[in-house]
């Protein structure tokens, strides 16, 4: 099956994450900072935007190791999410996880060689893949590969590979790493976040 992703625009890719610890401390963060008008979100969103960025490092080394993209096009191209639900009951519940658009094939390990001929590589183990009818273009203001979507010279789409979260989570072994490092991070990190804004530190 091809690695490559034909999308007629860059498509965000959200991929969701099971927060079991946010969830089971947002209770005990919720009575210690009751008496602080917003407290509860300052300090499990501080606490939450720390595990994600120690979640993003984890995945970074295994994914780039997978796929053929630098470091930093992938800590570029994937962010972080996370939003408070107020329940019907009156409670709190988190949604965390990664959102990330589809990256263009120019991103990847993609050449073209004699007769205008495109071949690209998006995983590190798969072969390069020959693209006949793929051309590199300006279009958009911006530069990349494309492929026309009929016999007529217009309309042309252009090719992509996979989103950041999709690479994340196409490898169950690399996932555990991302969850258990967050769930590290997050416990090392909400006490003393709900300190913080019990003292007023950083505002």
Known sequence: MSDVVNVAGSHSIYAGLTVDIAEESLDRASKVLAGINGGIYKAVGSALA??????????KGAV???YTISQGEFLSNTKNINH???????GISVVFGFRGNVIPLLKFNTKYGDGGRIATQVKRTSSAELLESAFIAQAGGHRGVFEREGPARLPIRQL???????MM???????????????D??????DHEILRVMNGWGG
């Open 169 to 183: 989570y196409s490898n169950e072994d690399v996932l555990d790493d991302i969850e258990q490092k967050m769930a």
């Open 50 to 59: 720390r595990a994600a960025a120690a979640g993003k490092t984890a995945a």
């Open 84 to 90: 408070f639900v107020k329940e019907t009951g009156g």
């Open 64 to 66: 780039t190791k997978e």
């Open 160 to 166: 992509f590979g996979p989103a950041t979260p999709q």
């Open 185 to 190: 991070t997050y416990e090392k990190r909400i």
